[in-house]
């Protein structure tokens, strides 16, 4: 055995706070906790750079610092971001270290999002790469007296053919210094790409395998608290009064605090509660446990999952408000179908759960280290709960342990804020699993109305279909009373199905839970809904399925929804560049079945579903094979998958997203529910909230990438929704038995 | 109370309540912050470390339990990231966020301790303790599959 180390609670502390030598481990990763030094890629020694924009700067030791202004939770942007910008600039990939900004307004929008880190910034990286290329460029046709023009960049230096010079990025930095930095470049020919379009190997790769990357919950600073808090059951409830005597009893826990109680409507805003500080994580929440708190459960004490539902069904089952109309839906027609779908509240539960460490400094600034997706809101919410300026807040983004939605929403930033200032100390507030379930911004619960028309041969003539949910603008606005807004983008009005007659009305829901987003959003239902409806009609046709998908996708065209008095906003993006295009999605469609074999003789009790859907400008499909046995265990053996997302930058990582979706899709089919009783969450853990495991995940989950130059799409979501009606479907072509409602556990079938 | 164990080949005399998780003994009083939390239940995997080269979930296991014994978290694993199951991790590319790949390594390395050639059935019930929100199952199960190919 080694030397014998002692290591106190109170020497750890202090190791952490020196800057060098000490304890082995405490010190490597204090230090680390400084994100714009969790950086990947060589140590060096420089003693100039220069900043041709900020996501670059040139050092002249040659290492070039790529700043990726997006947060990591998984889906490789601390990868890809750097691929397109050293491939424009013509970088090598060995001499790129990659820094991760903090939030700032000068990186603009940093909220990862949406899907958005590649489909909104490809040309804006792009030209960061570019630019910094020209500067180079510039500065080496000065050194030589050349017109730059004949000069270009090659391999991390600057060559020019005529006079066979050459020098390397880091040698031309003393002179770049001072020059002007371009603002527009041109871009290079998709077929001279070195990075873009390749898989790339993770940049973060090492630290995923040793143990050494750094999460929101990792941080570790000088004299820290550790937080835990209890908050209202009840969504909006308040403390009345609480009894802190035990909890103080318990060793190590040093305050007891009452969180500022909670206001309508809440943002972002702390849910209130009492919080325990403690000089660990684990007295922090003995002592939680042993607080005795009474509670006013407020407005929404009543909600109960079961009075909602059929609340929310006989909402979707009546007239609601028209959001789209083409043609006339009520025509009268040679037969009808309808069908009712419901899908419960979900919670993202990332694996990390939320974690933030704040601490506010003599001179009143705060600054945070914390696992978000949206550091500049983190920045402005933490500055409007302290009442400070933003300048006064610096925001450290760690890695994140998954976001799926959950950490654009900087409620656990702000707590962590607020309690460093109560305490006069560093607080690290980390949420437990159940903290995580059952008081996060949950995924709306909802109701589907479906009814369509056909005509004597069979064509479906009229559609109507009426979509009812809690909004997300409930959690930001009083007064919401039903879907609202982007939320009818998000698989409602960019119906694509080849219908002369239809309409789309929404339908009321009042809220009673704080109502967020999580992967793909309302396409989760919309799409649940429209592919189970699609198949089932295909049935009542007699048709086999995927003919019966083809046909009513309808030719190629492209659709805007505006032609139908449709307010579509297509994720912000204009629909020239990025258009509803059903030849996409037919394409797709008829890919995944390709894959699948769609068509093949299956044994008795074995069935194939397809589902297809266009979210965030990309298009997917999804093939799952299932059999049910007869206790009912349902088995999801294989899955297809295709995506066209336009241009990719990192095929693997697209890849992975897609083989990943399937896993959350499928624990969305399978498991996924929270049940309100009392306007509690009932469920708090993996138990009662299940997820996929690796005994249930398909023995492959394969992907193809549709080959195309258009404008890149969005990857990390739109993976999501077709998987659930999927397998949903494939179950109907194993059993011959129609499931409409979300999770299939709860139809005994897991 | 001091309870002292070996820790990743050192030893260590923690000054903790014997009842903490050593989960986070190992975290905020060790330093060491590679072992995850994920639900403090046994229910995800994200705090396996071995004892005496048993996978435990350290969550669930008291502190007092790892007194006199050899402990070993991610960090222990190799001293460069060099151990097959790390690098096997790394050539296909296995993370998404990372947050439950110290969990499934340290699982990985025991099953594969104990059986060298795994089935995919051998590796679906030694593996399904171990939660990956991100959903990189099918990546691990190639990956395990490789190590045991790379060391017949
Ligand atoms: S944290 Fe220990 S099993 Fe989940
Ligand atoms: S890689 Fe994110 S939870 Fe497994």
Redesign the pocket.
Known sequence: MSELRKISRREFMKRTGQAGGGLVFALSFASACQPEEQAVGPAAKASASVAPNVYVNMRNDGIVEIYCHRSEMGQGIRTSLPQVIADELEADWDKIKVIQAIGHEKYGDQNTDGSTSIRQHFDLLRNAGATARDMMIAAAASVWGVPAEECVAREHAVHHEASGQSAGFGDLVDTAIGMPQPEKADFKDRKDYRYIGKPMDTIDGMAFTTGGAMYGTDTVLPNMLYASIERCPAFGGKVVSFDDTAARAVAGVTDVIRMPDPTAPLVFNVLGGVAVLADNTWSAESGRKALQIEWDQGANAEHQSDTYKEALVASASAPGTTVLNRGDADIATDSEFEAVYYAPYLSQAPMEPPAATARVNEDGTCEVWACTQDPQTARDVVAGTLGLEKEQVTINVTLLGGGFGRKSKPDFIAEAAWLARETGRPVKVTWTREDDIRHGYLHSVSAQYFKAGMDADGKTASWLQRTSFPSIASTFAPGVTGPAGFELDLGLLDSPWHVPNMRIETCDAVAHARIGWLRSVCNVFHAFGACSFVDELAHVKGMDPKDHLLEIIGPARKIDPKDDGGEYTNYAQDLEKHPVDTGRLAAVAEKVAEMAGWGRELPEGRGLGIAVHRSFLSYTGAVAEVSVDENGKLVVHEMWTCIDAGTVVNPDRVVSQMEGAGIFGMSIALHGELTARNGAIVEGNFDAYPVVRMSEAPEAIHCHIMESDAPPGGVGEPGVPPVAPAIVNAYFAASGKRIRELPLRNAGLT | MAIEFELNGETVSLEVDPAMPL?WAIRDIAGLTGT?????????????VHINGQPM????TPAATAAGSVVTTIEGLSADGSHPVQVAWRELNVAQCGYCQS?QIMSAVALLERSPNPSDDEIDAAMS?NICRCGTYTRIRKAIHKVAEDQS
Not at chain 2, 36 to 48: D, R, W
Not at chain 2, 57 to 60: I, K, L
């Open positions: 989960l995850k939390y994920g639900c403090g239940k046994a229910l995800c995997g994200s705090c396996v979930r350290s969550c669930v969990g303790g």
